[in-house]
């Protein structure tokens, strides 16, 4: 009951946080031609607590974290649902404005398929980028980005980590 609240107000929290941010002058980043990583792993993911009600478990490959001049961290996302399903994408996170993108997904065959026109999605109040906000406030966005290190992301992922992914 205490986890729920406490993960009520963190959410609220982090919502206002990413209004505010938006009425201020936040540069847009502007981005390069971003390419996923030629390979990742399901076998050492980070796991990412989500609330009860969300049956996927999440994990990132933390060989492919990395943080980017443009403010952005990068990383793949591994989402596996309970009847087994999974669905891998490489997501980047701008964490000064509380924004999520998808540049790919990973197709039936195994290989990346760009999204053909990524936008930046907002990380609050859309449960299509719940997870993306889970790993935002797990620590991929702990006190921004700038400065941050890919170390420092997976130290303060893994710092959260309660559970691990299960295959």
């Not at 009425?23 to 792993?41: F, G």
């Not at 990346?112 to 026109?117: D, H, K, P």
């Not at 907002?122 to 299509?128: F, P, V």
Request: charged fraction near 20%.
């Amino acid at each position: 009951m205490a986890i729920r609240r406490v993960m009520g107000l963190a959410l609220s929290c982090f919502a206002a946080l990413a209004a505010a941010q938006r009425a201020s002058d936040v540069i847009e980043p502007v981005e390069e031609v971003v390419t996923p990583p030629s390979s990742y792993s399901k076998d050492a993911l980070i796991a990412i607590e989500m609330p009860p009600h969300v049956s996927l478990k999440i994990g990132i490959d933390p060989s492919t974290i990395a943080v980017f001049p443009d403010s952005v961290m990068r990383y793949v996302v591994v989402m596996r649902n309970t009847s087994g399903s999974t669905t891998v994408a490489y997501e980047g996170i701008h964490c000064a404005k509380g924004d999520v993108k998808t540049y790919a997904r990973v197709n039936s065959a195994g290989t990346w398929v760009s999204v053909s026109q990524p936008q930046w999605r907002s990380l609050a109040n859309n449960s299509a980028t719940r997870h993306a906000q889970a790993i935002a406030q797990q620590g991929g966005c702990d006190e921004g980005i700038a400065g941050r290190k890919r170390e420092d992301v997976i130290n303060a992922l893994k710092g959260l980590q309660r559970s691990q992914y299960a295959n």
